[in-house]
């Protein structure tokens, strides 16, 4: 038998394979590859067979490949039977021309072939997937497979193109919630994507594999995808969805987003939601959805980060400190009277850099630049470019600051309008 430490196979050309044991007695042919999930994703765990007696499985390790390519059982009494809740991931049955998800590609893919390893020396046993083939060449390799001899479409394959992702990058998507349970399949790479970048994973999906993702995403993560995909996609998403969970989510959510989110949807399940949230949460949702959409009132955020008018910069990092809202987003404290209105806005910037006992009022912009709540978002655009501000404060008719509008939030109104 010629010695080795690695050898490669794909899926394709490994099942049919004729299954003996040392003596060449036929046992069946390969019907598919069992791999483990979780903490040993990816280790092969067993072959399952074709048999005279139906489908059998047996362990990795019990399994050797002959120099004629053949594989074979290191004892006849390993076969056991196939009981259906093992808690596999089956690469024919769950992989092969279904869609997955490239974590270091940021981006769906449809599976064309496994990649599998042998690791060893001389009789090596299959230990794990190596890769994927999302490409061309693992295409050819199973459409012309029986057609062609194995030879033949060895050197067919090797002068088309491939595209593998390795498997560690790959997020398989379970559309069956019974068996993504029984699997423990879970998207927690997911959540270290950027939002925008998730959003686009979504937006590529099927409506079942997206569903499937969305539900498994936690509260603050689907949140910050919601906010990022488009009205008609962000009603798909919360379709299958009780009010119960969609109200956890929104809660998360900035409230403006929310609030436009709501407007969206129907005053009968935009009222369901609302009285599933939490009291402060609904309050200023509430809020935002009484002002018309095309005003500053309609574009702003309730979360904003203010002090008194004599605050000092520790005083600005308590606040800071204290603050619920996406610290993100912050890039000015604003200081404001008893009665709330603001007398000036603080860089966030200068305050890092100034000592502890400085009064704000000193590091302040020259001007405060507010708006009403009822100027329409086109005027409040030219603000933003006329005084090349970063923020800006929304005050409601009595003067008193009400909110605060991102220079992001004008910049994906402005898109919106091409």
Known sequence: ???RTTARVSLSALLGTPVTDASGKAYGHLKDVAVFTGAEAGRVAGLIL???DGKRIVHAAQVIET???????RSPNVLLPLAGDENYLFLWQDLIDRQIIDIHGRKVVRVNDVVLEWLGQGSAHLLRVAEVEIGLRGAVQRVFKGVLPRRALDALAQGVSTRVIPWHFVDVIEVDPARRVKLRIEHERLADLHPSDLAEILADLAPAERDAIFKTLDEEVAAEALEEVDPKLQKSLLESLDEERIADIVEEMDPAAAADLLNELSDERSEAILEEMEPEERQEVEELLEFDEHSAAG???????SVDADATTADAVTALGEFDGDLET??????????GVPTAAVPLARILMAQPQTRLAVLAEPRMISCPFDLHQDDMAELFDKYSLRSLAVVNAQGKMVGVVHADQVISFLIEKL
């Open 1 to 3: 038998m010629t010695s």
């Open 50 to 52: 074709k048999t005279r």
């Open 67 to 73: 120099p004629a390519g053949n594989l074979e059982l």
């Open 299 to 305: 574009r702003m955020t309730t979360a904003f980060v």
């Open 330 to 339: 912050v890039s000015e404290i604003y200081l404001l009277t008893s009665d």
